[in-house]
């Protein structure tokens, strides 16, 4: 386990296969890698190279072969998915490709729906639903639905819904892959802020290159980091 206190991620000699059509396919191959509290973390590379792969390891929303995931102190590679669920609840924001808003609920809704079910009162869960869409400039659309929002307001809605809970780390997959420029720009500039106002760990997966808003850049080809700069 890694001794650096200010390390919030580490991967540790991870390995991945699949197989698919009877051929074993090596999505992540001894990939070692830190990601310290406070960075802005973009990991590039072409499609099939492994970078959701290794997002989805380093959420706990899969599981290495081999190697260790050391997520705040923890090595979640062998934990229970009741741990790893938990983990998730408490500590990650994630912010996707295609929004995974809900149609039948208002933004509003949508954002409160990741403190369903909670202990906390439902006037705590509207505030703090409040707060997230107005960080992300969206409390005009609270009650819009998502077929009444473009995708640059989607998008900043499901970023409202990622930090609602106050997440330690948001973990981003294409998250600007269905956006024109000008919301893409708008969306990274989002984040950049929220990594730098709130202090939060962002880690972007692109296949584009937006390492000009990170403060890490991680390179990934066929499975392998080639290069972090």
């Not at 954002?111 to 079910?117: D, F, T, Y």
Request: with cysteine; aromatic share 4%; charged share 30%.
């Amino acid at each position: 386990m890694s001794a650096d206190k200010d390390v919030m991620i580490e991967a540790v000699d991870i390995n991945k296969e699949y197989r698919r059509a009877g051929a074993i396919i090596r999505a992540l191959a001894d990939v070692n890698l830190k990601i310290r509290s406070g960075e802005f973390a973009v990991i590039q590379g072409p499609t099939g190279c492994g970078k959701s792969t290794l997002l989805n390891v380093l959420s706990g929303l899969d599981l290495p072969d081999s190697g260790r995931i050391i997520f705040d102190g923890e090595n979640i590679a062998r934990a229970t998915e009741d741990r790893l669920s938990r983990l998730r609840r408490q500590k990650i924001g994630f912010v996707f490709q295609d929004f995974n808003l809900v149609n039948t609920l208002t933004a509003m809704e949508n954002v409160e729906s990741v403190l369903w079910p909670t202990v906390l009162r439902q006037k705590e869960i509207e505030n703090r639903a409040i707060t997230a869409l107005r960080d992300v400039d969206l409390l005009d659309r609270k009650d819009h639905y998502p077929v009444q929002m473009s995708g640059g307001e989607k998008q900043r809605c499901g970023i409202a819904r990622a930090i609602i809970h106050r997440p330690r780390v948001i973990l981003a997959d294409e998250a600007t892959g269905n956006l024109d420029p000008e919301s893409e720009k708008q969306v990274m500039d989002l984040l950049k802020k929220i990594n730098k106002e709130m202090e939060t760990t962002i880690i972007f997966v692109t296949h584009r290159d937006l390492s000009q808003y990170g403060t890490k850049t991680i390179r990934m080809d066929k499975g392998r980091i080639i290069k972090i700069q």
